[in-house]
């Protein structure tokens, strides 16, 4: 699955929907043009560009000094503050000891030692059902799933166990610090199981948190606000910004509040929603839409899924003023290709289409 963005074009009094998904757009029919000669590194290149732009977050002190970080280093910053300040705190999954695939607890484990960042077997499951019961004996759990992809396998305990566990004890005993991170996200090259976006499987469950940050600065302060949640909360994190966004991160700790969505950008004809990478595929598609036809597009990002912001995204009462059906662009119902992933993925042309359709519905 493709993470999705919705679209909704307001009217004088409300906000209103409509559907998007609209035709490929030159730019992308251009990959099946080129000649003959054309070097592989050259079609390489093409077909693994990233399909939007990183915009880094304006540098802030609010949270005291600060150093530049893409956006594994934040994740590291984040857990390396917890690790030091909360001797109960626990990080393990698959090569966490050696970094993690993408170095996301690199030098940790020499750090504060192999009882406290350790690998774990080869098994979602049991990868999950153990941070559970930690939890439960009153550690703070962080557990990592190598690949969003690969959590599937601990669906149940997930949605069975840890989101129920309050519940069914009458509120006796609960698994709310256990935080499960994991790499989330289209790559371009990443194929059917390294670039699915599984979040809205989980987003009917109640009993669970989920958060997507769009850059480092929001990953670092919506992780620290994970941990510390009295809730079970996932917490995805978009690879494809592992290293390519880059901002000032805050060195200390600081936590950006869960359950709040912000508002990006200000306009008054149509809202784009979206969470994590798709994020900057929109805030690109609101500057095409001012600079083409003249549409003034607010950009929100939602940031938490589970619960998420109803305020902001439904003011002014906008589900009564519809004056067109909700839609989501998003990719298709297939499995992830491989090559016809530029095809696939809700880019910023889809999107364009998408209120191009909408102002003329």
């Known amino acids: 699955m493709a993470a999705a963005a919705r679209v909704f074009i307001r009217g004088a009094h409300a906000t209103l929907s409509v559907p998007g998904a609209g035709k490929q757009s030159s730019a992308r029919s251009a990959l099946l043009k080129l000649s003959p000669g054309c070097s592989s590194r050259l079609k390489t290149q093409q077909r693994h560009a990233a399909h939007f732009t990183f915009q880094p977050e304006p540098v802030t002190t609010q949270y005291g000094p600060t150093q530049k970080m893409n956006l594994f280093q934040s994740i590291t910053s984040a857990l390396d503050n917890t690790l030091a300040s909360d001797p109960t705190a626990v990080i393990f999954g698959e090569d966490v000891a050696f970094g993690g695939v993408f170095r996301c607890t690199v030098g940790l484990r020499d750090k504060y030692g192999k009882d406290r960042v350790f690998n774990t077997p080869l098994c979602e499951q049991g990868i999950v059902g153990f941070g559970i019961g930690a939890a439960v004996a009153g550690a703070t759990a962080i557990a990592e799933i190598q690949f969003a992809d690969y959590i599937f396998p601990a669906f149940d305990q997930i949605v069975n166990e ?73 917490f995805f994190e978009p690879k494809i910004l592992y290293r390519a966004a880059v901002e000032q991160v805050p060195v200390d700790s600081y936590t950006i509040p869960l359950s709040q969505a912000e508002v990006l950008q200000e306009g008054s004809d149509v809202t784009l929603v979206a969470w994590g990478t798709q994020i900057h595929v929109l805030k690109e598609v609101a500057n095409m839409a001012q600079e083409k036809l003249g549409v003034s597009c607010e950009v929100i990002d939602l940031r938490t899924i589970l619960p998420w912001d109803t305020e902001t995204i439904c003011k002014e009462e906008c589900f009564l003023n519809l004056e067109a059906p909700i839609a989501r662009v998003c990719g298709y119902d297939t499995p992830f290709p491989h090559i016809f992933e530029p095809f696939y993925i809700p880019d910023k042309w889809k999107c364009f289409e998408a209120i191009k359709r909408m102002i003329n519905y």
């Open 162 to 234: 840890a989101a129920k566990y309050r519940y069914r004890s009458g509120n006796l005993f609960d698994c709310g610090n256990l935080t499960i991170r994991a790499p989330w996200g289209c790559v371009g090259h990443g194929s059917l199981y390294h670039s699915q976006s599984p979040e809205a499987f989980f987003a009917h469950c109640p009993g669970i948190k989920i958060v997507i940050p769009r850059g480092p600065l929001e990953a670092k302060g919506l992780l620290l606000s994970c941990i510390a949640d009295n809730n079970p909360c996932l």
